[in-house]
């Protein structure tokens, strides 16, 4: 089965892709429904007890490789800005991606520099064009998205947002995505100003009905179902500490469920 090619057909119209951290959430998720998967640097990292950011490029594919090999589904991975800040390090990503056995993958235009986040116009521009050239080289096929991050690092900047997804779909990508947006009459913007997919990360206040109506075509969970886990295991401990009581584990998931499912993945 060519993976790239399912994924790319299920961007025809909206759907949910959630962002498990293991393979055993990642087993999870295919069991209850969901038609694709995607990686979460984030959840990843505080998995391992590390700060989002802090998974090298090596370790961050291995896990993607992992991912994709725990399931039947399409798997795009969040790899935050690639093997390097060059073009030439955009492309490698692409082929490292596609080596891990991934659908897809995303792209940012985050520099990891405190003092200077985004990279620069043209040279962002520069970094999708060379993945896209690499990822038009592969055999088979392979969604390549492309991110733009001002909001989420303090830049409220919607024009030139707009104007960096319209010139990454310009240079070829796939699925345009500008992470932070809280806002849908924004989302109806971003996705009235530019003709290829959407991808918008899902906030409390936004629906999949809304989401679709604004044009979006995927909704990613980013790090939330993490961070949900780990609300609850703190919800948990503060009853346990101060109440002395186990009134949380009516919420768990059964012991005989979990043990099925897994075991019927074993073959």
Known sequence: MDKGKTFRELHASTFVIPNPWDIGTAKLLQSFGFKALATTSAGFAFS?????????????IAHCKELAAATDLPVSADLEKG?????????????????AGLAGCSIEDFS???DHPIYDFSHAVERVAAAVEAARALKNDFVFTARAENFLHGINDLD?????????????????????????????????????????LAVPAFTVAELAKAGAKRI??????????????????????ESGSFAFSRDAMAYDRLQKMFSASEG
């Open 48 to 60: 391992r007890g590390l700060r989002d950011g802090a998974v090298n490029f090596e370790t961050m």
């Open 83 to 99: 093997k390097g800040d060059s073009p030439e390090r955009a492309a490698e990503t692409i082929f490292a991606a596609e080596a």
């Open 112 to 114: 990891g520099d405190d």
């Open 160 to 200: 030139d947002t707009i104007r960096r997804l319209q010139a990454f779909e310009k240079a070829g990508a796939d699925v345009l995505y500008a992470p932070g947006i809280a806002d849908i009459e924004m989302v109806r913007t971003i996705c009235s100003s530019v003709s290829k997919p959407v991808n918008v």
């Open 220 to 241: 990613s969970l980013g790090s939330k179902l993490t961070n949900y886990t780990f609300g609850a295991l703190e919800r948990a401990s503060k009853e346990i500490l």
